[in-house]
């Protein structure tokens, strides 16, 4: 499983983008995805996740401001982005697994990750 992410960029505060990570795989549908994020200094952090079921998950701070989606037909992930915050600044990875349900926040649970795709949001 390869995985490509992209779309990052610099934004304002209050601005959108949106992730998207094209894998090389098979079975896409058959595979749990997630974006996870890691800030200066910070350790990485679950952010938003989507099971082979359609199920999604969210981390409390972006529920409402970000959506998480997927399309089969294209092997492609994606993360909608709105209403971003300074503190969303971060490098943003993709990764695919089949985690338990339980276990679909642990990064641990993802065998495969993307590069990374920087995005930096200003005040």
């Known amino acids: 499983v390869q995985l490509q992410a992209s779309g990052g960029g610099l934004v304002q505060a209050g601005g959108s983008l949106r992730l998207s990570c094209v894998a090389t795989?098979?079975?896409?549908?058959?595979?749990?995805m997630g974006w996870f994020r890691q800030a200066p200094g910070k350790e990485r952090e679950f952010v938003a996740a989507?099971?082979?079921?359609?199920?999604?998950y969210y981390v409390e701070s972006v529920k409402g401001r970000f959506t998480i989606s997927r399309d089969n037909a294209k092997n492609t992930l994606y993360l909608q982005m709105n209403s971003l915050k300074p503190e969303d600044t971060a490098v943003y990875f993709c990764?695919?697994?089949?985690?338990?349900?339980?276990?679909?926040?642990?990064?641990?649970?993802?065998?495969?990750w993307g590069q990374g795709t920087l995005v930096t949001v200003s005040s």
């Open positions: 990764a695919a697994g089949r985690p338990i349900a339980s276990e679909t926040t642990n990064a641990r649970s993802y065998g495969y």
């Open positions: 795989v098979g079975t896409f549908s058959g595979y749990s």
């Open positions: 989507v099971r082979w079921t359609s199920a999604t």
